[in-house]
């Protein structure tokens, strides 16, 4: 595979199956295996003593998996990236 539409940032969504509406942050991108690894939240964050927790996971998934997510103000040339996360926070 030669060059892909995904790049680390981006917001992906699975259209369909178990994870189905599910969203997700892309953190990597392989080509050549075709496959991304995405790090997604469940559930709400909510404070422990002090702390904000939240149960965040991550999966490596392929790219007929998922889609972009699309702002539809924007249209398909807008790509939506997500704010990258300090390592505190992974």
């Known amino acids: 595979m030669g060059t892909t ?11 369909v199956g ?3 509406d599910v969203c997700g942050v892309v953190r990597e991108v392989d080509p050549h295996r075709g ?3 995405i790090d997604f939240d469940e559930g709400l964050v909510h404070r422990e003593g002090g702390v ?5 996971h991550s ?3 392929r790219f ?4 972009l997510l699309w702002l539809p103000e924007s249209g398909p040339d807008f790509r939506r990236r997500a704010p990258a996360r300090s390592a505190a926070l992974l």
């Open 18 to 20: 178990p994870f189905w």
């Open 35 to 37: 496959e991304l690894r």
């Open 64 to 67: 007929d998996e998922v889609e």
């Open 5 to 15: 539409e995904y790049a680390p940032g981006d917001v992906v969504y699975f259209p």
């Open 52 to 56: 904000l927790r939240a149960r965040r």
């Open 59 to 61: 999966m490596t998934v």
